[in-house]
Each structure stands twice: as C-alpha cells, then as structure tokens.
C-alpha cells in the first residue's frame, strides 16, 4: 500500500492517502465562514490532498476556543460552509469538518494575542468579551486561568445534542466527512482524561464513567449521520502524564468507539494541562505514528497518523509499512499547499505534472521541457 493508493470509507473514496488536518484560523465572525476559509481550505484541493478537513468547529456558542471559531449551531451557518464544501468536492478532495467542544480552554485569546484567557479588557482591544467556560470539574487549564462551571446532567445533554445537530448541518453543507475532536485538551478529552475529570457522576469517576460521554456523541451522530459517511474519531493517544491517559486507554475507547460507528482513530497526543510538566516527547518526524500503529493493531481499525511529517518518503513509509491508513499534515501544507502534488512527483506517481490542474499543470509541464532543452535546470 502506498501514500497514493485509493482509500475507501464505507461509501466514500479518497483518491489518496494525504489528508490536510484541521488547522483553526480563528478568522470567522460570530462564527461564520467566509472568503478566508474558502480561500485557505481551496488552495488544498487545487493542491491535490484527498481528504480536506475544515478546523474546529464549534457546536454551541460557548464552546468556541476564541472569537474567531468557525461554528455550526445555527442553521444560519450552513451556507458558508457550504460553500467551501462545493469548492472541495469540485475539485477532486473529499470535504471533511472537525467539530469541536472546547469545554474548560473556551474563552482564549488568539495564539498571536497570547493564548490566555479572555479578560475585559480585550472588549476595549478588539470587541470581544469573556464568557464563562464549561467542564467537567471546576479544575482550571492551567495556571493564570478560571475555573470552568462544573457541567450539570443538563449541561451534557446538551453538549451532545449539539454535536448531533452540528453533524446533521455538516450533511446539509455537502461536507462527506466528519471527525470529532476528542483530543488536546477539548471537552471530550477533559472527560476522558483523570486529569481534567474528578466527576462522581455516571460521567466520570472510572474509565467507564470518564469515556461515556465519547460515546454518547458518537451515538448521537451516528443517529443524523449516514451509514454511507464515514466517522472519524481525534484523539490524544496519550497525556504524556504520570496519573494520565496511556496509550492502552486509547486502544480500549477505539475499540468501544468501532462499536458505536466510528471508522478512523485520529491519533495525537498531549494538550491536557494541569499543574503537573508533561514527560518530554521524544519528537522526531512522524513521533506519534507508533500510537496510530498500535491503535490499528491492537483495535483493529483503520488510523491516521500526524505530527511533523513533512518528507514525502516518510508519509509514504507510514502507509506502506501498515502504520496507518491515512497521513495528516498541517504545519507542511501551510508551507506548501502542493505538498501533495510534490510528494507524488517524487515517489514517482506523477510525470509531466498530470496530476496538476491543468491550469496550472499544462503551463508548468511545458515550461519544465523548454527549462530542460535549453539545459537551465
Ligand atoms: C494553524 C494551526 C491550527 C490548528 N488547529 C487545529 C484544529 O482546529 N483542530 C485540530 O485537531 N488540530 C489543530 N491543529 C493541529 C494540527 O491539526 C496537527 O495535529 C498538528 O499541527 C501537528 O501536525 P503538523 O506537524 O503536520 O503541523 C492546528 C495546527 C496548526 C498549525
């Protein structure tokens, strides 16, 4: 199996293997998309990734990470993000979208304005007011931060209808695709992790307390999603934390998510906070893939992989050594939106630039054969 085989999700098939991970701009206003995300989501599909997915996508208001959060808890945002999804699906890419709870970690600044809470005086700097997170325990990220509101029962039951009417508006915008985030430190993570939970509830409390609410929002999209689509699961494998989530944890909820409709695992780590300093990450290209290995193994379902991956060969290596079924780039393609385009060119799975768009390849192909009779390169 190669980075460029085809790849097929129940009724859906991705032309290749390289899909471009959700990666937040916290460029939308009250939560809707427009031309930026159009823009910064198109330039992937002209670049030839399979699957494209659209950032965090917020379920209800208050569970927006910034102010600048996409967002699908009104019918209203349908038609943006429609909009990126025709694009996408025109142009060869499966459309995906993440959809994201950011539970004890809403109400931040933008990476570049700190990444620390939202306090008053950002309403005299750009307009925008704190609200009051929510989470499972009234335990803090991290230093510097306020407690979030301890969730109520009706509080849950919310949060996870609102995952399944986000999903349900994720199928009216075309998307094909839909990955929950459960992972760095999200609400879904902060329940499953004993770092962030210290419920005694049914939500918390034992693994099978602490992984509950996964399952219900994978149940619950599952009701609105349909069997032809697949869904995909974002995890952190582990806490990186003496106390924390491990990796077998990780294997078990696979397992119970497959269960319950959840095709791909996702796998990333760390991001939970806490007081404690996490275990340093051995970081080398492609670190987190032995977490997307073992998860395929051991749970028998299909993984992606992600982390500082970057070299065609070694995404390529991922796939055909049975690591993972999918390979995600953020931080590459951002660099380079061609990424795949390049890398097919140098695994061999593209001459001449016929995988380009020929709006861009015809030019380039006939470009590169005068460059190279004239001797120039
Ligand atoms: C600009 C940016 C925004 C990101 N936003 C998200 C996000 O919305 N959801 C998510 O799951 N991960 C997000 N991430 C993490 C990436 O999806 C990815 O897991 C991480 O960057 C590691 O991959 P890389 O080394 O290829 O960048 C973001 C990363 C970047 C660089």
């Not at 997915?53 to 808890?73: K, M, N, P, Q, S």
């Not at 491990?246 to 397992?255: G, N, P, Q, V």
């Not at 404690?276 to 992606?304: C, D």
């Not at 990424?339 to 060119?345: D, I, K, S």
Request: one cysteine or more.
């Amino acid at each position: 199996m190669t980075l460029f085989a085809p790849f097929t999700l129940r009724g859906v098939e991705l032309p290749n293997r390289v899909v471009v991970s959700p990666m937040s701009q916290y460029r939308a206003g009250r939560g809707f998309a427009n031309d930026w995300h159009l823009v910064h989501l198109g330039r992937f599909a002209l670049g030839g990734a399979g699957l494209v997915f659209c950032e965090a996508t917020a379920v209800e208001a208050r569970g927006r990470r910034t102010h600048g959060d996409l967002g699908l808890w009104r019918d209203e945002q349908i038609d943006g993000l429609a909009r990126v999804a025709r694009f996408l699906a025109a142009e060869g890419a499966v459309p995906g979208i993440q959809l994201a709870h950011a539970g004890r970690k809403a109400s931040e600044r933008r990476p570049w304005h700190g990444e620390t809470p939202v306090v008053a005086e950002d309403i005299a700097l750009r307009g925008e007011a704190p609200w009051t997170a929510i989470g499972p325990s009234p335990l803090p990220y991290a230093e510097g931060w306020p407690a979030p509101a301890e969730m109520t029962p009706a509080d849950i039951a919310e949060v996870v209808a609102a995952f399944r009417d986000a999903a349900r508006r994720a199928l009216a915008a075309g998307f094909k695709v839909v990955e929950v985030y459960a992972a760095h430190g999200f609400l879904i993570h902060q329940f499953y992790s004993p770092i962030a939970n210290r419920r005694e509830d049914a939500y918390g409390g034992d693994y099978e307390g602490r992984i509950r609410l996964g399952l219900e929002i994978a149940e619950a999209i599952r009701s609105v999603w349909p069997e032809a689509l697949p869904l995909i699961f974002r995890l952190s494998a582990t806490d990186w934390l003496d106390g924390g989530w491990e990796l077998e944890d990780t294997i078990a909820f696979a397992r119970r998510l497959k269960d319950r409709g959840v095709d791909v695992i996702d796998c990333s780590s760390g991001g939970i906070g806490g007081k404690e300093r996490p275990r340093r990450m051995a970081l080398s290209q492609g670190f987190q893939a032995p977490f997307a290995e073992a998860v395929r193994r051991e749970a028998g379902i299909a993984t992606m992989a992600v982390g500082f991956i970057w070299d065609p060969d070694a995404a390529n290596a991922i796939v055909a050594h049975g690591q993972a079924d999918l390979v995600a780039l953020a931080r590459e393609v951002l660099s380079d939106p061609n990424w795949t385009l390049r890398a097919a060119e140098a695994l061999g799975r593209d001459e001449g630039f016929a995988l380009w768009k020929p709006e861009f390849g015809w030019w380039l192909s006939r470009r590169d054969r005068l460059v190279r009779k004239l001797g120039l390169r």
